[in-house]
């Protein structure tokens, strides 16, 4: 709240009122006293006291003026008495102090109530026949409480032929009556009948206090829904006026729509198919019985809503839509519309000439194409395997082999629109005669069977046989794998013998040769016989040289050349566990006699 001091009301402060009534006595008072609501008032009598006359001989008395207009005396003074009327409403809160030789006298009021505003007279009386009085009037001031405003809750409408409430002020306890003036974005308002309206009630409390009310009402336009209310409150205080201002209000006003847009709330830049479209419609109005309409105009579907949405659009749902606004409530207003183009952007599938599966002969040219209708531009990529090939529509591949088999992937993408593309595939089979990948070989083994493989490619699927020197020929159902065809043969091996596998188709054949020999067991056997006496001998050796001492630090044993020896003839020492006697074997295993031992 704004407090300001309007203008000030000290009047009758320098303008003095001489009252003469029957007397040349002279007595001058102001015209009006202020003092707030429970403070102390002085009330000033000045008079000319006559010249070689005592105070002894003059009489003041103090009187005040009933709301029935009778004068009732307050104060008396004289040369013997000082005294307040005893039974008045001021018996115990007034005192006359001053000077009657000075002529001047003041009268105190402690406390001041309301019932105090009344007119006060002075008398003054010299000797007996000299007179004269003076009035002064009393105005008591209290500055006013609870200031308050409250807006209308509910909304207002343009439609409404009656000046409809805005809010109320309220402000309380002032003395006297405060004055409420309404504004409107800072311009004071004024009743216009009709139009506007302000509407005042003044309530006196029990304290004799006043209390008002002020309620507005008026007619909104559109240009209201922004505009800002307030009170300004205007109360008197001693010599002045002052002004408060309450907090500001603003008020719903409904009014119809004369604009409505309508526009793609998503997806944000263009659109394709399979998206999720929003259409948004909105007016300038804010009437909450509006109705919207939304119109494909295409194919005549209709909405009743302000924002409509529709899932995995198509081509179909390309064209104009029309928002169309309607207020049952402003039947006088006509209805308004607008309207908006829709494009959904498409991408057909991929389509592969030619289609699925082709044939091409070993070192021909693969020639294919790929295409897919659009609405906007497109780029095409071959990819085998995962891995790009070719870019562009056309897919072309010269002097081809069986390498040049497998599946190709064509994708096309749309630029301009993240995520739009489409894909076909084409199966590419390379025809020419089987070509196995396996060389002639030789194979020994000692094992009853031998289980063989042969892989082959080839277009169309070769038949695969199997031919072993016996005459025998076995036809075999082959595995297809990533690179070709798989064979399997089993074949008994009795002795030495030859295999052969053979792939062919309509374009021609190929073949491998597998030599199998056959190696026994009982030869096996004999080298393992061998390998353990070789083994057996060497250690005898050792062990011989560790008993002369030759290896291992042992002493005491001549050096094996000077004994009786033959180079057909190596001995190994033995010694059983219950003689000392050595007996020396010969290679042969004939005991040698200990007179052939060699000396210890």
């Not at 407090?3 to 009534?21: C, E, I, K, Y």
């Amino acid at each position: 709240m704004a407090l300001r001091v309007v203008s000030s009301l000290l009047v009758g402060l320098l303008l003095l009122h001489t009252w003469g009534a029957w007397a040349d006595v002279q007595v001058n008072m102001e015209d009006k006293v202020e003092v707030v609501l429970g403070e102390t008032a002085q009330i000033t009598c000045m008079f000319t006291p006559e010249n070689g006359t005592g105070t002894d001989a003059t009489i003041i008395q103090w009187f005040y003026v009933t709301r029935s207009n009778e004068k009732v005396r307050i104060y008396y003074r004289d040369a013997k008495s000082n005294i307040a009327e005893q039974g008045t409403p001021f018996t115990d809160r007034i005192s006359m102090n001053g000077s009657i030789a000075a002529g001047k006298m003041v009268l105190t009021i402690r406390n001041v109530v309301l019932e105090d505003e009344v007119e006060f007279i002075c008398l003054v009386k010299i000797l007996v026949d000299r007179t004269g009085e003076g009035r002064t009037k009393l105005r008591v001031f209290e500055t006013p409480n609870f200031l308050t405003i409250e807006a209308v809750q509910t909304g207002l409408s343009v439609s409404d032929e009656e000046p409809s409430k805005i809010g109320t002020c309220e402000v309380k306890n002032g003395y006297p009556k405060p004055n409420v003036t309404w504004y409107r974005n800072n311009t004071p308002l004024r009743a216009i009948p009709n139009v506007l309206n302000v509407a005042s009630s003044i309530t006196t409390e029990s304290s004799g206090l006043y209390s008002v009310k002020s309620e507005l009402s008026m007619r909104v336009m559109k240009e209201d829904k922004d505009a800002e209310f307030y009170c300004e409150v205007t109360y008197f205080v001693p010599g002045a006026t002052q002004m408060i201002e309450t907090s500001r209000i603003n008020v719903t006003v409904y009014y119809p729509h004369d604009a409505v847009n309508i526009w793609v709330e998503s997806p944000a830049g263009k659109i394709k198919e399979g998206d999720k479209l929003t259409l948004h419609c909105e007016g300038n109005g804010n009437s909450p019985s509006s109705v919207f309409t939304i119109t494909h105009l295409n194919d005549g579907g209709s909405w009743e809503t302000d924002m409509l949405e529709l899932y995995n659009v198509s081509r179909l749902n390309s064209g104009v839509y029309t928002c169309e606004s309607f207020d049952p409530e402003f039947i006088a207003e006509s209805s308004v519309s607008h309207n908006t183009s829709v494009f959904v952007n498409f991408l057909k599938p991929a389509v592969v000439t030619p289609e699925e599966t082709m044939e091409v002969r070993q070192g021909e040219q693969l020639q294919a194409t790929c295409n897919a209708l659009s609405s906007l531009p497109t780029n095409t990529v071959w990819f085998k395997g995962g891995v790009e090939v070719s870019n562009g529509h056309s897919l072309i591949i010269g002097d081809v082999t069986f390498d040049t088999s497998g599946i190709y992937e064509c994708v096309v993408t749309v630029p301009e629109i993240e995520g739009m593309s489409t894909s076909s595939a084409l199966n590419v089979n390379v025809a020419g005669p089987p070509q196995i990948t396996e060389k002639d070989s030789d194979i020994e083994s000692t094992e009853k069977s031998v289980q063989l493989e042969c892989h082959a490619r080839g277009y169309p699927a070769p038949e695969m046989a199997w031919t072993t020197s016996d005459g025998k020929v076995t036809k075999t159902t082959p595995t297809e794998t990533e690179s070709g065809f798989h064979s399997v043969f089993t074949v008994q091996v009795s002795s030495n013998i030859t295999a052969v596998c053979q792939a062919s188709n309509k374009y021609g054949s190929d073949a491998v040769t597998f030599n199998i020999k056959a190696k026994s067991n009982g030869v096996i056997i004999a080298v393992i016989i061998i390998c353990i006496l070789l083994l057996a001998i060497l250690g005898a050796v050792l062990y011989f040289l560790y008993k002369k001492g030759k290896i291992c630090g042992r002493s005491g044993k001549q050096d094996l050349t000077k004994g009786k020896s033959s180079k057909d003839n190596i001995v190994v020492e033995m010694k059983s566990d219950n003689t000392e006697e050595a007996i020396l074997l010969g290679v042969n295993g004939e005991k040698q006699p200990p007179n052939d031992q060699v000396d210890k």
